[in-house]
C-alpha cells in the first residue's frame, strides 16, 4: 500500500493541510492518519471512504487504480492500422476482408 500513502500525502499537499489538519478533517487520530501516511498501516474500507471524502478525492486516485480504457471499436482499429499500410498490403488487406465477409455470408 505504500502507492496509497504516497497518493495520500500528494493529495494532502495539494489541498494544502498539514497532516494534523488533514487527520482532524477525516475525524481520525493524528497517531492513526501518521500511520497511514507513512504507510506503517492501512486503512479499511470504510475508513478509505471516509478520508476519501474528506479530502475531496476517491479510492481509484489514493490506491493508484487507473479505469480500464474502453476497447476499441473494429472499424477504428481497421483504420488504424491501414493508415500505417503501404498500398499493396492494403490491397491485400481489403481481398482478405472481402473473402472473409463472403465466407461469413455463405454460413460456413
Known amino acids: 500500500m505504500m502507492l496509497f500513502s504516497k497518493n495520500l500525502k500528494k493529495r494532502i499537499e495539494k ?6 489538519e488533514a487527520a482532524r478533517l477525516c475525524g481520525l487520530a493524528e497517531r492513526r492518519f501518521g500511520n497511514y501516511v507513512t ?3 492501512e486503512p479499511d ?3 478509505l471512504v471516509a478520508i476519501t471524502k474528506s479530502l475531496g478525492t476517491t479510492p481509484d486516485e489514493l ?16 483504420d488504424t492500422i491501414a ?7 492494403l490491397d491485400l488487406l481489403v481481398r482478405l476482408a472481402r ?4 465466407w461469413k455470408s455463405k454460413g460456413k
Open 83 to 89: 493508415s500505417t499500410m503501404k498500398d499493396g498490403d
Open 99 to 102: 473473402t472473409v465477409r463472403g
Open 39 to 41: 504507510g506503517k498501516r
Open 63 to 78: 490506491l493508484g487504480v487507473k479505469a480500464p480504457q474502453a476497447a476499441k471499436p473494429a472499424r477504428e482499429k481497421l
Open 15 to 20: 489541498l494544502g493541510l498539514s497532516d494534523a
Open 45 to 47: 474500507l470504510q475508513t
